[in-house]
């Protein structure tokens, strides 16, 4: 992890705004080139990801710091999910999950903190 990374996690990890933690999980097809909950259409090229309907509204359009162990990525909440159903957290684009864990990992234990 480079120095501004760890200065995120530092400054972030410091003040009390942890919002998720649990497993999150990578969406692709069927999804891509569909809109997703924000307008957009879903690329899964893009760094988003998707947080349950019950939350969208808090937490809609924020940039979430997610980290898995020693790894972080930033992402912007731009759709949703029924993901309490599966157990998940968080739904990532396979572009965000990837610098987590490899894909075919298919989950991953996240925590995931709010920046803006």
């Known amino acids: ?7 995120v ?4 990890a410091t003040s009390p705004v942890l919002a998720f933690t649990g497993d999150a999980t990578w969406y ?12 957009d259409v879903y690329t899964g ?6 947080v349950d309907g019950i939350v969208w509204r808090m937490f809609a359009g924020k940039m979430l710091l997610v980290c898995a162990g020693m790894r972080c990525v930033t992402c912007t909440v731009t759709d949703t999910g029924r993901l309490w159903q599966a157990g ?8 965000v ?3 987590l864990a490899p894909l075919a990992q298919g989950r991953v234990d996240v925590r995931a903190w709010v920046l803006r």
């Open 28 to 39: 692709a097809e069927p999804y891509v080139g569909r809109p997703m909950r924000n307008g």
């Open 45 to 50: 090229t893009g760094l988003t990801c998707a």
């Open 97 to 99: 999950f990837a610098r």
């Open 1 to 7: 992890m480079d120095a501004i990374s760890w200065a």
């Open 88 to 95: 998940v957290a968080l739904d990532l684009s396979p572009a």
């Open 9 to 12: 996690v530092i400054a972030v």
